[in-house]
């Protein structure tokens, strides 16, 4: 089979390499073909064997490339194989043994001595995903983690073969027993650095560098860190997924962080000039009230500072600072009579008194919101029809 493209080439039978008719239909000569190949496969037979089964899958490929394509199968036909003397032909003949495996099978022909590498897809060992928790001041100052890993790295001595120096190991024939390496190598034949099992430890110093601005959920890359397998032609990546912690005064949404402004009564009414909150960076943030003459700050109220929020990525801009008030009112007892009396005549009086014919005198005692609605006699708020079958009414109590 090795005068193909040489001046005899022109006495080959394609059709006879994949025994079939010369009628074939495309159909029939691809699973002609892919029958040829998978019997044919240099991997699938013994050693001894493997370099007739290489001649013979050659062949095979070879002649489906060429009887598959219906212009250089009209050649073929018309001319013989002299139509492709010199390895190419017209419009570049050569045979991609890659291109057709990988098609038709998905089959990788990385190990078959050089033949079609240029499509050839390289291996990569498994990324490792790992959740970090992070402070929100660390997400907002950003922050350099060195730590160190420890790793599976190909063993320096058996370069991942697993056996001792001068041994090949053999193919795997017993399911599992090679831990899916697909070779096996005798005990005693056994790599004395990685004990057979091609990997070694190793402990390296990374640095995990979370940006100013990142946020739950983004991943930070230490790109080709993650465990090296024999075999592989790439090394994953360690990825780390941020989880950010709940703080105890700022809330985060986006850009934008949200806390609690706790003021006194007095301050509500006749201002301040204090720090109010401590940033995240450390920073007391200062604010005075009132801004405009005789304003009153209320319960509830929002006050936005701009620029005291998230620092963006990739930005010297930053989010907002949103603070809800919250008045802090005195104690019971707090005020005596007269400082009672004193304060009414200050604050601004009551509304007119309302006017009805009856007025009944009532009492009231403090209450949890959570009771609001529990007082049905059925329970729950649960509306029943007392028309539907079943149904019945509040029930009176004996008397």
Not at 114 to 128: A, F, I, L, T, V
Not at 153 to 168: D, P, Q
Not at 254 to 268: H, K, R, S
Not at 344 to 369: C, G, Q
Request: glycine share 12%.
């Amino acid at each position: 089979m090795n005068g193909m493209n040489g001046g005899a080439g022109q006495d080959i039978d394609l059709y006879e390499i994949l025994k079939i008719d010369k009628n074939a239909s495309k159909s029939e000569i691809k699973k002609a073909y892919h029958k040829a190949a998978l019997a044919n496969h240099p991997d699938k037979v013994p050693e001894d064997q493997r370099e007739e089964a290489e001649a013979r899958f050659k062949a095979a490929s070879q002649a489906y490339e060429i009887l598959y394509d219906e212009q250089k199968r009209e050649m073929y036909d018309t001319h013989g194989m002299a139509a492709f003397e010199g390895g190419g032909g017209p419009g570049g003949m050569g045979v991609n043994m890659e291109d057709i495996l990988g098609g038709l099978f998905g089959m990788n022909m990385g190990g078959m001595g050089g033949m079609g590498r240029g499509s050839q897809r390289p291996k990569r060992s498994p990324d490792e995903n790992q959740k970090y928790e992070v402070t929100l001041e660390d997400l907002y100052k950003g922050k350099t983690v060195r730590f160190t890993s420890t790793k599976n790295v190909i063993c320096s001595k058996c370069t991942g073969s697993g056996a001792k120096e001068g041994v090949t190991p053999r193919e795997c024939s017993t399911c599992k027993a090679c831990e899916g390496s697909g070779k096996v190598v005798n005990p005693k034949d056994k790599c004395k650095k990685c004990k057979g099992k091609r990997t070694t430890e190793e402990k390296k110093q990374l640095e995990l560098y979370i940006p100013r601005g990142a946020k739950e959920g983004d991943k930070i890359v230490l790109e080709g860190e993650a465990d090296q397998i024999p075999g592989a032609d790439q090394t994953g990546d360690i990825i780390f997924h941020l989880v950010e912690q709940p703080h105890d005064i700022f809330n985060r949404a986006g850009p934008d962080l949200q806390a609690t402004l706790e003021v006194t009564l007095a301050e509500a009414l006749t201002g301040f000039n204090r720090v109010v909150v401590t940033h995240l960076d450390g920073r007391g943030i200062s604010l005075s009230h009132p801004q405009v003459e005789g304003e009153i700050m209320r319960p509830g109220q929002v006050i936005k500072v701009r620029g005291e929020g998230m620092p963006y990525k990739k930005s010297d801009a930053k989010g907002d600072l949103y603070l809800i008030v919250d008045i802090q009112f005195p104690e019971d007892g707090f005020f005596t009579p007269e400082a009672a009396d004193a304060l009414r005549k200050l604050l601004p009086p009551p509304e007119p008194p309302i006017k009805t014919e009856v007025v009944d005198d009532a009492s009231w005692e403090d209450a949890d919101p959570e009771e609001f609605g529990k007082g049905d006699p059925r329970g729950g708020g649960q509306w029943v029809d007392a028309d539907e079958e079943g149904a019945e009414g509040p029930q009176c109590a004996t008397q």
